[in-house]
């Protein structure tokens, strides 16, 4: 409908309450036509990571919105219990993986790309990452790729 | 709301342009919009994805995002877009005549 418009997502966090919201908001704007690009960084690489992609966790220390006392938030087996109880309400509500919801990305032409400082970081080839990874880009080739876009920090 | 008149019957359409009366709907109001909306010509795979839309939406009372139009009209998410390049979620509506989704997927 708006050809010109464009949306730029930069995740920069890894938890799976940090990497929904992106890919939800590409999806999105892919299905209103509107050009969508990722560019995954530091923690965001983790969503990418083939290691890492379906064990994402939602962290219930030092997060005020789950209502546990941080002394058991921290015991061991909290953060698992927490991450079990969300993926099982997103799999009621038919929520795709994170693994499927890049794959419906990539085949909806959204423009997956991964930082090659976070890369270089971590440790990290290209071969480490999941397919639907177009390129490893540099933070100015990102600046590049994202003229005229709106850009969403997440 | 407003009413338009298009290929020869009269629709009633909201601020965005979907139809709000489903029954007002003909394949021809469907060719009539995609020639408007840069689609046509309409396909076999155009219209299975159409019939799909509508009969969902009267089954279940909800038009369907794309990810349930995948499951169900026998198409892929890559041969979704392809078919309605500038956006599936919307278009698809919009030529089926039913609301705009409601569903993020």
Known sequence: ?154 | MSSRTIAGAVIDVDAEGFMTQSTQWTPEIAIALSNELGIAPLTDAHWRVLTFARDDTAKHGQSPGPRRIVAGAGVTMKELYALFPKGPGKLVARLAGVPKPKSCL
């Not at chain 1, 690489?45 to 030092?62: C, Q, T, W």
């Not at chain 1, 499927?100 to 990452?129: H, P, T, V």
Request: charged fraction near 20%.
């Open chain 1, 1 to 154: 409908m708006t050809p010109d418009r464009k949306l730029a997502i930069i995740c920069s966090k890894g938890s799976l309450d940090m990497a929904y919201p992106g890919l939800i908001l590409a999806n999105a704007a892919r299905m209103a036509g509107v050009d969508a690009m990722l560019f995954f960084t530091f923690w965001g690489l983790d969503i990418v990571n083939k290691a890492k992609v379906e064990r994402l966790h939602i962290s219930p220390l030092g997060n005020p919105s789950m209502p546990i006392p941080a002394m058991i938030a921290g015991l061991p087996g909290m953060e698992a219990m927490a991450t079990r109880m969300m993926v099982k309400e997103m799999d009621r509500l038919e929520i795709p993986h994170v693994a499927e919801m890049l794959d419906i990305l990539d085949q909806a032409g959204a423009e997956l790309y991964a930082c090659q400082m976070a890369m270089d970081m971590f440790k990290l080839e290209k071969s480490d990452l999941v397919p639907q990874v177009k390129e490893v880009i540099s933070a100015m080739d990102f600046i590049d790729k994202s003229e005229g876009a709106q850009v969403i920090f997440i």
